[in-house]
């Protein structure tokens, strides 16, 4: 009999969730809109991702749309790069379509009556195992082509330091890492750390400045440290696809509510009814020792605290 299980519950600020644990670690879906994954912890700790109770509104220009925006909420959803205003802050308020089919558990959205596309996110948890893989899916429902990514964005609630390999194969002459920054990023912003092996971006509630980073992330890995938790996402880059944003496959966004980790599928061409999907794995471990007040910089700790999950 698998260890995995699944129940519907009630979640108190964002209705009806299906709940999926190995007995191990727990995820709650939303049912009532989305796909978003709310919830994702160690069975016996704290949410490691951000949560918006209000569902604060975010975006402008949602006349397209009926005039319903879309909201923070908060956790783990998928998107379409470029980021393009208003077709990416399409909002996901409608009801989710929830199948299962062995120990897969996939989570459909309605089409977007607007951009005609679909996105599903499939969850898979091991059974001995901290971990869990997610298919990200985007069909073209539409009658034409359309460009575009898919884009992972995990929104990790506040408190948390993003890590984020630095790109180390030996070029020779030759530049091997491709840094991109937002007009509103500022290189000597103090939550970031701009090392040899990583960079670190630290989660800041009294800094509201946004600030956001992009880089070809060669190593197909990333990670947040928060609640006596450490989290890490897998995924597989592509040395032949044409990444969004100057070449990003994996990037970072923060302000004075959470942080985020984030990552890009390459560009492709979709026709009428194909679809393109980016794989994630995560891991979860009791790892990173006492919360600080604020975290510190240095490699040397965090090649300590990585060794034993990173080959």
Known sequence: MSKVTKSKVIHKDFGNCLEITNGLIRLLVTLDFGPRVIHFSLIDKENMFYEDPSREPIGEGFEIFGG?????????????????????????????????KGDEFIFTAAVEDV????KSISITLDEDKPYVTLGHTIRNCGNWEVELAPWSITMMAAGGQAIIPMPNTETGYLPNRIISLWDYSMMNDPRVYW?????????????????????NNEAGWAACRNKGQLFIKFFEPDAEAVYPDNGCSCESYTNDKFIEIE?????????????????????????????PEKWGFSEDEIDKLLSPYIV
């Open 195 to 215: 090392g040899n092996k990583y960079i670190l971006l630290n989660q800041d509630t009294t800094n509201s400045r946004a600030f956001k980073l992009g880089i």
């Open 263 to 291: 990552t890009l599928g390459g560009l492709c061409l979709l026709e009428p009814g194909d679809s393109v999907t980016h794989t994630e794995e995560w891991e979860l471990y009791g790892a990173g020792g006492a919360q």
């Open 115 to 118: 951009n005609l596309i679909q």
């Open 68 to 100: 319903e925006p879309l909201r923070l909420c908060g956790g783990h959803r998928l998107w379409i790069s470029p980021e393009v205003m208003p077709r990416c802050y399409y909002p996901d308020g409608e009801p989710v379509k929830f199948t299962q």
